[in-house]
């Protein structure tokens, strides 16, 4: 079945620091790839999403590219702020057959100091 | 666009009660909606899958007797906890299929359950 395995956290950075937080996973056919955030008390926030190989996902300065060849798709930001605080979910989504269920990893907690 | 809301955001109740948590697209039709438990500081686990007019399909392990879904129209599913226990407390999550982007999942905000 499909799975994704995340790094684990907690990540503590100081601001303006790089952020790489690791993804693969495991799947069959071509499944699509997200990162969800999660803010404190909140649900949950697409942030950026790739549907096929090679596709590059980009939004509010993260990116994450799905590389097929290493089942892949670490989240990377060059400069993080105070405001990007919150839980990193990795999900991948399998073909139409499997009902659009998302899988996802067990998250990664992010904590940015000024 | 595309926005889901709960209701309520959160609820207390004593054990044995039932609570009721909605689901709504505002602005979309959603023929699907998925029910999500999450634990504090873990993933989510998917409970449910509702689809509006017919019987919603439960995971393995969830008891479909205690998690009544109900998904009536195309824009509301609720999720009744019958005769709650302390283990249900937990942040109970919604999303919705919208068909017109790609079957993306849209989120709501959770609901926080704490039984007493």
């Known amino acids: 079945g499909n799975s994704v395995t995340q790094m684990e956290g907690p990540v503590t950075l100081s601001e303006e620091a790089f952020l790489t937080i690791n993804c693969t996973y495991t799947?069959?056919?071509?499944?699509?790839l997200f990162w969800y955030v999660q803010y404190p008390g909140e649900g949950l926030q697409l942030l950026l999403k790739?549907?096929?190989?090679?596709d590059k996902g980009s939004n509010k300065g993260f990116e994450a590219t799905y590389r097929k060849e290493t089942t892949s798709f670490h989240l990377e930001k060059g400069s993080v702020q105070v405001s990007d605080s919150a839980v990193y979910f990795c999900?991948?989504?399998?073909?139409?057959?499997?009902?659009?269920?998302?899988?996802f990893g067990e998250g990664t907690q992010l904590t940015v100091n000024p | 666009g595309a926005v889901v809301s709960q209701h309520p955001s959160w609820v207390i109740c004593k054990s044995g009660t039932s609570v009721k948590i909605e689901c709504r697209s505002l602005d979309f039709q959603a023929t699907t909606m998925f029910w999500y438990r999450q634990f504090p500081k873990q993933s989510l686990m998917l409970m449910a899958t509702?689809?509006?007019?017919?019987?919603?399909?439960?995971e393995q392990g969830v008891e479909k007797d205690k998690f009544l879904i109900n998904h009536a129209s195309l824009t509301l599913s609720t999720l009744t906890v019958t005769s709650a226990h302390p283990e249900d407390s937990s942040f109970y999550i919604c999303?919705?299929?919208?068909?017109?982007?790609?079957?993306?999942?849209?989120f709501g905000p959770g609901t926080r359950l704490t039984v007493t």
């Open positions: 509702s689809n509006e007019g017919s019987k919603a399909t439960y």
């Open positions: 999303s919705a299929r919208d068909v017109r982007d790609h079957y993306e999942q849209y």
């Open positions: 790739a549907t096929k190989a090679d």
């Open positions: 799947a069959t056919g071509y499944p699509s």
């Open positions: 999900a991948l989504r399998g073909g139409e057959t499997s009902g659009s269920r998302l899988t």
